[in-house]
């Protein structure tokens, strides 16, 4: 293998997308872009030797005289146009480039040193207003939906502002089994027709939940049509293509960040089956996003900008669970592509930050993070492996079908007259989500109040129906100061297993659905809560055997008559979190956050055998988690590490052009004309052009982006005296003889990459594709014996493993 330019990653300045769609708008307003920066390239650096100074670009009069004023540059160099893929390289070499400036200078005077202590400090005070702003975003958004919720079943006489549990707080004329019963807090039956009782209060509560959750349901999907179309979905597939370094204008924006923000409260309180925890990752993103803009090595430069909305994916699942480490290893195992150490120490500042302002919130008022927040103090024994590693199974199980499903409905949803009509078809499901959950308590409540309700451990005070047992003959009796002991079903829990039941299969269904419509939607709490009801239903049978049977040799030494031997929302937690795994394939950071959740830690062991087992099930039909399954139906360009390429093929079976398709359009160093390069640009699609000695030698010298191409010309031709379309376009150093008649020619050798990274035919694949993989390329010229013969961009190897893998190679849209 022959990679050129060994000193690339000090003086790489171009780069970039040869083959990939050059569209999209070049406005480098901030406010109308998400992930753009207006920057141009650094040419302060005053470097002697061209090749170790900023990007390689040397001086229009000489090899060694660089521009010493920005405005002697076009404005717009080294920016990039949508949906297009930024050049990791280049980018790391500015900021190498900036930060050897800032240390040479700072040692010159004072304020200088000054401005470098202020230049290092800046990321842990944009962590910490990522952080401060993220977690306060979230409080707003956990007070909004849990009164939104409430206000489907009643209002609150005191004031409408107060949620259902807020409402009665303050009452003296509630006990403590009624404790949601006050005269304050009044059922729509109630103040309509003055009664709560009977079958006209029962079909008016019917009605208003159902009119509300369409209200609410209609108001999002609008609201998101209308402003921000970016708002709709988790959030999470984009924000891991984001972070692998492709370009989404306006998905990370202020509108994005401002309906998103409102359409979730929306969308959760309409009662579909979706969460805000995903959404809150795209939340904190955006909030990082717009921070960036007032940090100009942050603005300036997307490899830097895209260790910052790493850090914030951390901080959305921080303020999502309550789990700031968590949260960072969520990061670090999902979402993040380039997480270097200083990024994960950031991460973990951010997080902390985030967590202690929602806790100084206290939305819930629990002092909690979260509303399931839950504490086990029955032990387990290891006889109960057996049936945690059941529920890992399952998950594993239920995950794989839910990935097949959800993406077979979303692509149905896209190819045929159903993706018409998002309005519709949210209002659709919200109403049959609504007209099949209010019969059912469990299915009437959010997904947030359900798990919390699972996670729950049964205390003598506890009204809950799933605390309905029979009291034995003798109640004095306790297995233990912490919890009571195991005992009969009585009816109560006997409905209430029914209930689960049927909740169950309906949450089963509708989450296939209701996933993707164009509302924010999150997948943690409905996969949580599949997983939490499957390992009640689990546990109560577990606790009924040991009551009835425990002589057997299951519970024989451990389990003793009268004992507390089975934690029926232990069995909840464990289940959540196996399906959660089977979903999304998370491990780790999914056992950290399980942990945060319940603080203890002698539960860790039953988590990681559920998750683990619930991974190897899962990925026994399939190693896509559901982000990346979306990724690859939305065509972006993402380059999944865990994904292993087999094949034997070369450079040459997959570079561009074939043998039946034109030649590749070049340009030559010193023999084309400002029209022809026009001509050129215009009459291709390409991100970017090889330049070569002559049509004839072949021989590389450099790669061009289009994007630089079209503005130095434009430039040129503003500020330059007597550029014609006859004019001569030298990539040279040295400019040749010309006629004293002729035009002036124009110099475009500053925006030339001289080391682009280049492969020989011969190439295996496999190491092409972890050169892509681990440099971030955009492409790779591949030459012979120095002759450029074509080009592979990554949008070339996704397909090429997509036609090995016998998926649609089709489906890659983006470069």
Request: proline share 4%; hydrophobic share 45%; aromatic share 10%.
């Amino acid at each position: 293998m022959n990679i050129r330019g060994v000193a690339a990653m000090e003086q790489r300045n171009g780069g970039g997308g040869g083959g990939g769609s050059g569209g999209g708008s070049s406005s480098d307003d901030d406010d109308e872009m998400v992930d753009l920066t207006g920057a141009t390239l650094d040419f302060s650096s005053t470097y002697d030797d061209p090749l170790l100074a900023s990007g390689g670009y040397e001086a229009y009069a000489g090899p060694s005289k660089w521009p010493e004023r920005p405005e002697d540059v076009a404005p717009g160099l080294g920016t990039y146009e949508d949906f297009n893929t930024i050049d990791w390289v280049r980018e790391k070499s500015k900021d190498r480039d900036r930060h050897r400036e800032i240390s040479n200078k700072s040692k010159e005077s004072v304020v200088s040193m000054a401005l470098s202590i202020i230049d290092a400090f800046s990321g842990w005070l944009l962590m910490l207003l990522v952080g401060l702003m993220s977690g306060a975003v979230a409080g707003g958004i956990d007070i909004a939906a849990h009164w939104l919720t409430d206000m489907k079943g009643g209002v609150c006489l005191a004031g409408f502002w107060f949620n259902h549990e807020h409402c009665c707080w303050t009452s003296n004329q509630t006990t403590f089994q009624d404790r949601h019963r006050c005269p304050q807090w009044q059922s729509w039956a109630q103040l309509i027709s003055g009664s709560s009782q009977g079958a006209l209060a029962y079909t008016l509560d019917y009605a208003m939940y159902i009119f509300w959750a369409l209200l609410f349901a209609f108001l999002a999907v609008t609201l998101v049509r209308a402003f921000a179309p970016y708002a709709c979905g988790s959030g999470i597939p984009e924000i891991k293509t984001i972070l692998s370094g492709f370009i989404i204008r306006g998905y990370l924006g202020k509108w994005t960040l401002l309906i998103k923000t409102v359409t979730l409260v929306l969308a959760v309180s309409s009662g579909l089956s979706l969460g805000k925890e995903g959404p809150l990752v795209h939340v904190a993103c955006c909030c990082a996003n717009i921070l960036c803009r007032f940090f100009t090595k942050y603005r300036k430069n997307e490899a830097k900008r895209r260790e910052v909305l790493s850090a914030a994916a951390a901080v959305g699942v921080s303020v999502a669970f309550g789990a700031p480490i968590g949260g960072v290893l969520f990061s670090l195992e999902e979402v993040s592509y380039y997480f270097p150490l200083k990024t994960l120490w950031r991460s973990f500042f951010a997080a902390l930050v985030a967590a202690f302002t929602l806790r100084s919130i206290n939305p819930f008022g629990n002092s909690r993070l979260v509303l399931f927040y839950v504490e086990f103090h029955a032990p387990w024994h290891l006889v109960e492996l057996g049936p945690f590693v059941l529920l890992g199974i399952f998950g594993g199980l239920w995950g794989a079908l839910f990935i097949k499903a959800n993406i077979a409905w979303c692509r149905r949803r896209k190819t045929t007259r159903l993706g018409r009509y998002p309005v519709l078809e949210v209002l659709a499901v919200a109403a049959l989500t609504a007209l099949l959950a209010f019969p059912n308590g469990y299915t009437r409540m959010s997904g947030a109040e359900l798990i919390s309700e699972l996670f729950n451990d049964c205390s003598l005070l506890d009204s809950s129906q799933l605390c309905g047992y029979k009291q034995p003959a003798n109640t004095t009796q306790s297995g233990s100061s912490d919890g009571l002991a195991d005992r009969p079903a009585g009816e109560g829990l006997y409905a209430a297993l029914w209930q689960l039941a049927l909740a169950l299969l309906f949450k089963m269904v509708i989450t296939v659905v209701t996933f993707g419509m164009k509302v924010p939607s999150g997948l943690f709490i409905p996969s949580m809560a599949v997983g939490a009801i499957a390992g009640r239903l689990l546990g109560v049978g577990m606790e009924q055997l040991a009551y009835y049977k425990h002589d057997w040799f299951l519970f024989r030494g451990w389990c003793s008559p009268g004992a507390d031997c089975i934690t029926p929302g232990l069995y909840a937690m464990v289940g959540a979190a196996a399906c959660l795994g089977g979903v999304t394939r998370m491990t780790v950071s999914l056992v950290v956050i399980m942990f945060e959740l319940t603080g203890g830690l002698e539960y860790i062991v039953p988590l990681m055998a559920a998750t683990m087992t619930s991974k190897w099930v899962a990925d026994a039909f399939g190693r896509e988690g559901i982000y990346e399954a979306h990724i690859r139906l939305n065509g972006y360009p993402f380059l999944e590490a865990k994904e292993e390429f087999e094949h034997s093929s070369l450079a040459q079976d997959v570079m561009r052009p074939r043998r039946s398709e034109p030649a590749l359009a070049v340009l030559t160093q010193d023999g084309m004309t400002v029209g022809e390069v026009e001509a050129l640009v215009e009459g291709t699609h390409f991100s970017g052009f090889p330049v070569v000695v002559s049509h004839q030698s072949q021989r590389l010298v450099g790669f061009v982006l289009r994007r630089d191409l079209l503005i130095s010309i434009d430039n040129a031709r503003q500020r330059q005296e007597g550029v014609v379309s006859v004019s001569q376009v030298l990539f040279t150093q040295h400019a040749p003889a010309r006629a004293p008649e002729a035009p002036p020619p124009v110099r475009l050798r500053n925006i030339l990459d001289l080391s682009p990274f280049t492969v020989t035919d011969h190439t295996p694949m496999d190491i092409t594709v972890d050169i892509f993989r681990k440099l971030g390329l955009r492409q790779c010229l591949v030459t012979h014996n120095g002759r450029l013969l074509g080009i592979i961009t990554k949008k070339d190897v996704l397909k090429h493993m997509a036609h090995i893998a016998d998926r649609d190679s089709d489906s890659v849209l983006f470069n």
